[in-house]
């Protein structure tokens, strides 16, 4: 996705003679960050959004996915995006990734408005959000301000969570992005919409860690029923809904699931029989004796937080006024020359 990478000296000029000083001035993302230089970039990304929602709602949790792949690696910098034999988008967990043609479709209408302004990075969170909106779900005031990064490896990839993970190493990845055990289990959550490949799942209903029975965890009445869908030597490509009855509606059903042993991937699964996540589960579900958390609230924060990872903002928190009228005119004169 080439028009997502801007010229860098061209992106700095812009945003030192339209962006106001106290973001140049190293503020980071900020909600409303276009207000000025692109006022309609929310809504654009909004309707095109919309748009490949009706056309195929299942883009909302390719979206949603999208945006979570992009941040845990390099940052929350677009680089999900680029093509490439050895690009992000070609690793393993990336490859079933859905919902590309919407991010095009809103970066289309962004260049048309707004030539060179909204960073890919920018309309991944955005989409992220409406996507979850169109589910059903709770809305959250985005920040925005992000610089599209351009390292891209499949490499890099490796340390997302995976679908085997125990929550030992699900946390430790959570916690290298500077996420806590409730933004794991809240984040998690997302699962609420979306499905899974039977390959990701199967090795859990029949031979199960060299046995020949299915995973104890999963509830014996809902077994039947995940064997007719995925049967041991059927089509692995199957799709499955990751929260039952309810993928296409994003609620708190998916930890009701988890209770009643009936989450689909064994990472999802864990949440509920290790102690250290089982909590927050509970206090989801509105367990008496706990602090409850409200999912829909609670998602929103986390969102916020995860999209904050290594951010690769226009200039550093650190970047001084002196700094700032030293690169504004030694770029202009080296742009006029």
């Not at 988008?89 to 962004?110: C, F, H, S």
């Amino acid at each position: 996705m080439g028009n997502c990478y801007f010229k860098q000296m061209s992106i700095a000029l812009f945003f030192l003679l339209a962006v106001p000083a106290t973001v140049v001035l190293g503020q980071g993302t900020r909600v409303g960050f276009y207000s000025r230089s692109c006022p309609r970039a929310e809504s654009i990304v909004q309707s095109a959004v919309r748009s490949g929602f009706n056309s195929n709602p299942t883009v909302a949790p390719g979206l949603l996915r999208m945006h979570f792949h992009d941040c845990f690696v390099q940052g929350c910098d677009g680089s999900i995006l680029t093509n490439g034999d050895d690009a992000e988008k070609m690793a393993g967990p990336n490859r079933l990734l859905r919902g590309y043609e919407v991010i095009d479709d809103a970066k289309t209408q962004l260049e048309a408005a707004c030539p060179g302004v909204v960073s890919c990075a920018d309309i991944l969170a955005l989409a992220a959000r409406d996507a979850v909106v169109l589910s059903g779900g709770p809305g959250w005031p985005v920040p925005t301000g992000r610089r599209d990064g351009r390292v891209s490896l499949a490499s890099d990839a490796s340390n997302l969570p995976g679908f085997t993970d125990s929550i030992d190493v699900q946390k430790q990845k959570f916690a290298a992005k500077g996420l806590n055990t409730q933004d794991l289990v809240t984040l998690v959550g997302g699962h609420t919409i979306g499905t899974s490949a039977c390959q990701f799942f199967r090795y859990r209903l029949y031979n199960f860690n060299s046995t020949t029975g299915a995973d104890p965890s999963i509830d014996t009445a809902f077994l039947p029923q995940l064997r007719s869908l995925c049967p041991e030597d059927g089509d692995s490509s199957k799709r499955v809904g990751l929260d039952d009855r309810s993928e296409n509606r994003f609620d708190n059903s998916f930890f009701a699931n988890l209770r009643n042993g009936r989450g689909i991937l064994e990472s999802d699964q864990k949440l509920w029989t290790d102690d250290s996540t089982k909590t927050f589960v509970q206090r989801f579900l509105g367990i008496r004796g706990l602090l409850g958390l409200t999912f829909s609230a609670e998602f929103g924060k986390s969102m916020v937080k995860m999209s904050n990872i290594e951010v690769k903002a226009l200039f550093g928190t650190h970047f001084h006024q002196n700094t700032f009228f030293s690169l504004f005119f030694s770029t202009t004169h080296s742009l006029l020359k």
